[in-house]
């Protein structure tokens, strides 16, 4: 027989529907667990973060070291012994409930010898996968209980580079996004990154035009860094106007399962799209409607370490930014009037309401857009010369009231002798 296909929708908001059981006729129940491990196959998140057990209530708290114990040596044989302690942190895991409706023609269903579980299944699976990315990596649409996005967190520590001429050093060189993770205290044990990154690691070339990670036209790329394997999202979740490449501890993103999978089947109602209109009626259009619903939720727990104790600037994941179009300052340096300094010249000029701030080091990076630039950094008022080392970079940060980053350039410094 011939099969019959059809276009199977998604929709985000549930239907005002009147509904009966009924989905164990079209989803056995050992296929649910099919489901999830599609979804955790189909979300990068869940497939390189760390599963814990399964909640049993709707928060669970995980006990995070906060403060470290500390040893002392004695004096002498008499000498007294100090005290010390060591606390612990809660963190709690919110399970928040994830829905997905897919509408099936009933014609489609009378047919007893299609395939419908084969062109479900898939597409539960990805619709899954493509919200917890983007509710976990870049905060979009998040439930309230949910903390910030691994991308905004990481920016807001600090935690990024935004991408230069030299994307080598901007992965591996001292001050990229693999050495952010390192001076937090965390060795990088996996990426995601955005599928067009691919095309620039193969650009990457040595000073003889020898590619770096290709070993032939004919062989497949050895995608990884620093040991490490770069995972490519194809689920359409991944934000690149955000971050080109997400590195870190993956085993400090854990994700707990509160409800496996439960479906069920609506035979009446309505299907609404986002805006607000009705995409179907199932009793004009013939049709039935089944509703996949699971429960999860996700924290970092980021515990204290000898390394980087400020919990502030502590975080286990860093990214490479994109170079945001419109927020580049053209940085210039000149010998200034005393020995030691440098006249900076920047363009465009300040925006009203904002100020500058800068840095200046052998080996300072650029903030991401969107960063808090406070530690570090020295306010500047745009004309006063700068002591500085020629030879050295400069990094200039125009910011808003709350220091964040609006827009960022750098220089290598000239310095008057």
């Given at each position: 027989m011939k099969k019959r296909f059809f276009n199977l929708q998604l929709f985000d908001t549930d239907a005002q529907i009147i509904d009966r059981s009924g989905a164990e006729a079209l989803i056995p129940e050992d296929r649910a667990?099919?489901?999830?491990?599609?979804?955790i196959e189909q979300s990068a998140v869940l497939s390189v973060g760390r599963r814990l057990a399964d909640m049993t209530t709707a928060q669970n708290k995980l006990p995070v070291l906060d403060s470290l114990p500390i040893a002392y040596f004695v004096n002498g044989d008499t000498g007294a012994k100090k005290t010390t302690k060591q606390a612990w942190d809660k963190k709690v895991i919110y399970a928040e409930e994830i829905a997905v409706i897919v509408p099936i023609p009933e014609a489609v269903l009378d047919d007893a010898d299609y395939d419908i579980w084969g062109e479900v299944k898939p597409r539960v699976q990805e619709a899954f996968g493509k919200v917890i990315d983007a509710a976990i990596l870049f905060g979009d649409g998040k439930p309230t209980n949910w903390r910030d996005g691994l991308v905004p967190s990481a920016k807001t520590a600090g935690a990024s580079v935004v991408m230069g001429n030299d994307l080598f050093t901007d992965l591996l060189g001292e001050g990229g996004v693999i050495s952010k993770v390192e001076e937090s205290g965390f060795f990088v044990n996996g990426h995601v990154a955005d599928i067009s990154l691919r095309a620039k690691l193969r650009g990457l070339k040595d000073q003889n035009d020898r590619p770096l990670f290709l070993n032939s036209m004919q062989q497949?790329?050895?995608?990884?860094?620093?040991?490490?394997?770069?995972?490519?999202?194809?689920?359409?979740?991944?934000?690149?106007?955000?971050?080109?490449?997400i590195s870190g501890d993956f085993s400090q993103l854990v994700y707990s399962i509160r409800k496996d999978i439960t479906f069920k089947l609506f035979t009446e109602g309505v299907v609404q799209n986002t805006d607000g209109t009705i995409a179907y009626n199932l009793m004009q259009n013939d049709m039935v409607a089944l509703r996949a619903v699971?429960?999860?939720?996700?924290?970092?727990?980021?515990p204290i370490n000898s390394l980087e104790q400020d919990k502030t600037k502590r975080f286990p994941f860093a990214v490479l930014a994109p170079a945001t179009t419109g927020t580049t300052?053209?940085?210039?340096?000149?010998?200034?009037?005393?020995?030691?300094?440098?006249?900076?010249?920047?363009?465009?000029?300040?925006?009203?309401?904002?100020?500058?701030?800068?840095?200046?080091?052998?080996?300072?990076?650029?903030?991401?857009?969107?960063?808090?630039?406070?530690?570090?950094?020295?306010?500047?008022?745009?004309s006063a010369d700068i002591a500085a080392k020629t030879g050295d970079k400069i990094v200039i940060v125009e910011v808003d009231s709350t220091s964040k980053c609006e827009k960022t350039g750098d220089a290598t410094v000239t310095a008057k002798a």
């Open positions: 667990k099919e489901i999830i491990q599609g979804v497949s790329g050895n995608y990884s860094l620093d040991g490490s394997a770069i995972y490519f999202p194809r689920n359409g979740a991944f934000d690149k106007t955000e971050a080109m490449l699971m429960r999860l939720g996700w924290e970092i727990p980021n300052l053209t940085v210039t340096s000149a010998a200034g009037t005393n020995s030691g300094d440098t006249k900076i010249t920047v363009s465009p000029a300040l925006s009203d309401g904002n100020s500058y701030k800068y840095k200046t080091g052998p080996s300072v990076t650029k903030p991401a857009i969107g960063a808090i630039c406070k530690s570090g950094y020295t306010a500047w008022d745009g």
